[in-house]
Nanobody
Framework: QVQLVESGGGLVQAGGSLRLSCAAS????????MGWFRQAPGKEREFVAA????????RIANSVSGRFTISRDNAKDTVYLQMNALKLEDTAVYYC????????????????????WGQGTQVTVSS
């Protein structure tokens, strides 16, 4: 079992930055693909970013490419989402997810691939 707890959300002005953290419990965090998803009001949950077990490979959604970065620290059992140049449309609940695969595959762009989920953290971008 893996438990995930997100933190770092909040209210920020457009153009600002936030860093989300996702702390994991479980002995095998370092062997999991980790992902970030988000869900805006009235919309489906969408893929944001994924990172492989070592951090050597990442995937970023086109909508946030060049602004968001995913990273991980396996010594701290934590994955991060650095969000820069935030836009109003980035407002959403952000979820951390874990999958027991080592490396990123095509399935990791969809929520169904992931086995474990956090409760989410709200990010609100204001004008």
């Amino acid at each position: 079992q893996v438990q995930l707890v997100e933190s770092g959300g909040g209210l920020v002005q457009a153009g600002g930055s936030l860093r989300l953290s996702c702390a994991a419990s479980g002995r095998t965090f370092s062997s999991y693909v980790m992902g970030w998803f988000r869900q805006a009001p009235g919309k489906e949950r969408e893929f944001v970013a994924a990172i492989n077990w070592s951090g050597s490979s990442t995937r970023i959604a086109n909508s946030v490419s060049g602004r968001f970065t995913i990273s991980r620290d396996n010594a701290k059992d934590t994955v991060y989402l650095q969000m820069n140049a935030l836009k109003l449309e980035d407002t959403a609940v952000y979820y951390c997810a874990a999958d027991t695969s080592y490396n990123i595959g095509s399935g990791h762009y969809t929520e169904h691939k992931y086995d474990y989920w956090g409760q989410g953290t709200q990010v609100t971008v204001s004008s």
